[in-house]
């Protein structure tokens, strides 16, 4: 049977990506840079290439996205693309995101950009803000002291849940939708940090607020927290792009590719309420 491989199987939209599929009957392959741990996953380092032919010589298809942590995603992307289009790769679903086209010159752009140019079938999905970052990354901030703290002012953003863009990548990667087409990927509303935060103390039974900070602050947060000053900077650019009101289109591609309307926020909430209590 046909074998799908999903790069970042063990990460936030891969695991959700990964059950999606096998909902859908297929066979995937989990790419990990860890030592492998089972006969479903197979190794492959994005930073080093190690392991990137044998990973794509056994599947038909394969869903891409870039580990965070590096600000130059076309170097970490561009040799998967090239190793695909050698080895006659069936389709590719790359992850970019919301507001990447802005700007040609991005490394995310030219890695969509690389991509139509291979010549496989292809699409590129480009979600908002994810909802999931309130568990992860800001989560540090909600749990110690009960504050959301970003630069973002009252901009609003139409955050996605990580489980909706895995029911579209899986759609895209099994489904009869056209190849070659991009798709902007958010929630169904767009809120900002103080309604984020009210939805957020109504699950957590504990008050949550958000406080403003300057950029300055958040990058010497991100800084403290370990991350490479270069993807620090990168985060602290696209937060200025959120509180510019970048980040507050809605768009209907979650409903119109998967047939189900996306998770509210409400929604997410109820559903990870133990990470904030
Ligand atoms: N968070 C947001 O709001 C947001 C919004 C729009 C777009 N995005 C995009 O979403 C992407 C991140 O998706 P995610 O949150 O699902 O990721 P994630 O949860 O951080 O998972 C990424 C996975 O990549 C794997 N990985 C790490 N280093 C690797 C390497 N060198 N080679 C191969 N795999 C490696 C890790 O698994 P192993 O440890 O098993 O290798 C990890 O589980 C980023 O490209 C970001 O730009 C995020």
Redesign the pocket.
């Known amino acids: 049977m046909s074998k799908i491989l999903v ?9 959700s990506l990964v059950k999606a599929l096998q909902r859908r009957g297929r066979q995937v392959l ?5 030592p492998v741990a089972s006969a479903d ?1 197979v190794h ?5 290439g190690e392991g990137l032919t044998a990973a794509l010589r056994g599947a038909d298809a394969a869903f891409l ?6 600000a130059d ?1 076309h170097a ?1 992307l561009g040799g998967f693309i090239d190793t695909a289009q050698a080895a006659g790769l069936g389709k590719l679903v790359l ?4 507001g ?1 086209d802005a700007d040609p010159t991005s490394p ?1 752009r030219r890695t969509e950009l690389q991509l139509e140019a291979s010549g496989l079938a292809w699409n590129v999905i ?5 909802m ?2 309130f568990n ?2 800001w989560l540090h901030g909600i749990r110690e002291q009960g504050r959301i703290l970003l630069p973002t002012g009252a901009a609003r953003g139409s ?2 849940d ?1 489980r909706d ?1 895995a029911e579209v990548a899986a759609e895209l990667l099994v489904g009869d939708l056209q190849a070659g087409q991009a798709f902007d990927l958010t929630g169904p509303e767009a809120l900002n940090h103080d309604e984020v935060a009210v939805l957020l103390s109504r699950e957590a039974g504990r008050d949550i607020r958000y406080t403003e900070i300057s950029p300055e602050q958040m990058l010497a947060g991100l800084l403290a927290a370990g991350l490479p000053p270069d993807y620090a900077a990168f985060l602290n650019l696209i937060l200025g792009y959120f509180k510019l009101g970048h980040a507050e289109r809605i768009t209907d591609a979650v409903a119109t590719i998967t047939g189900q309307a996306p998770r509210r926020f409400a929604d997410y909430a109820r559903d990870f309420r133990d990470a904030w209590r």
């Open positions: 790069v970042g199987a063990h990460g936030t939209v891969g695991s989990r790419a990990t840079s860890r996953d492959l380092n994005l930073v080093t996205l870039a580990p965070p942590g590096h995603q970490l992850m970019s995101a919301m990447a995310l480009r979600p908002n803000w994810f999931q970052n992860t990354f955050f996605i990580a863009i």
